[in-house]
């Protein structure tokens, strides 16, 4: 079984600094995928980045980077340079080899402040 | 770009009627998935196909039933409606599966049971 744990319920963060959301994850599956998605309050899914268990770099997409640390299990976004409309709702979620589905954890509210 | 369509964005229905949910993707997508959101508890897994005609019962499929009979096209059916099925439901597909392919997601209907 796969388990996502989420703990930071609602973040808030000033415009133009970074922040980081929190992911941590268990699994027995030795080859896994872990994504990001962001939720605007429009409601739709946009996936944000992803990482592979057998990666060796830290992903990065413009300014979102994931802080993956495979021992700790844990793989955290970080959002540099916060904007406005990045104020939304961000899941993490992991995929075993072999899986067809994604389990998600239950979500970070992030809040920016001009 | 992928692109995920869903039949309505809000949908008032009562108690015992039966109702469609239609989901459509332009991609080609053999994986295709149902999902409801619930504040604080993430997104659940409703159900998922990976092929036309193929159905897999996600983690909470009770009171739910699913159709692919095309392959862009997949339905979810509640066969009379309760009250505790007022939700966020949201569609996805993927490519075949691989621990690095993302799901898209359609953007949501937002299901009221009276």
């Known amino acids: 079984a796969q388990k996502i744990t989420q703990t930071q319920p609602g973040m808030f963060v000033q415009e133009k600094e970074a922040v980081t959301l929190d992911c941590t994850y268990d699994?027995?599956?030795?080859?896994?995928?872990l994504f990001w998605y962001k939720q605007p309050s429009s409601g739709e899914m946009i996936f944000l980045i992803y990482?592979?268990?057998?990666?060796?770099q830290n992903a990065t997409e413009g300014r979102y980077s994931l802080n993956f640390q495979k021992a700790r299990k844990s793989a955290n976004l970080v959002i540099s340079a916060s904007q406005l409309g990045d104020s939304a709702m961000y899941f993490c979620?992991?995929?075993?080899?072999?899986?067809?589905?994604?389990?998600f954890g239950k979500g970070t509210k992030l809040s920016v402040i001009p | 770009d992928v692109k995920v369509t869903q039949s309505s964005r809000y949908l008032v229905k009562r108690t015992g009627e039966k109702v469609f949910l239609e989901c459509v993707q332009d991609?080609?997508?053999?994986?295709m998935f149902w999902y409801r959101q619930d504040p604080g508890l993430g997104l659940r897994l409703i159900y998922f196909?990976?092929?036309?005609?193929?159905?897999e019962k996600g983690d909470i499929p009770e009171g739910y039933s699913v159709s692919r009979e095309k392959k862009e096209r997949f339905s979810l059916i509640l066969e009379s409606a309760s009250t505790n099925q007022t939700s966020m439901y949201l569609c996805?597909?993927?490519?075949?599966?691989?621990?690095?392919?993302?799901?898209?997601f359609g953007p949501g209907t937002r299901l009221t049971v009276l």
């Open positions: 979620a992991m995929k075993g080899a072999g899986s067809y589905q994604l389990t």
């Open positions: 990482q592979g268990s057998y990666d060796q």
């Open positions: 196909s990976y092929d036309v005609k193929m159905k």
């Open positions: 699994t027995s599956d030795p080859s896994y995928g």
């Open positions: 996805a597909s993927s490519l075949i599966t691989g621990v690095d392919n993302e799901q898209f």
């Open positions: 991609m080609d997508h053999e994986n």
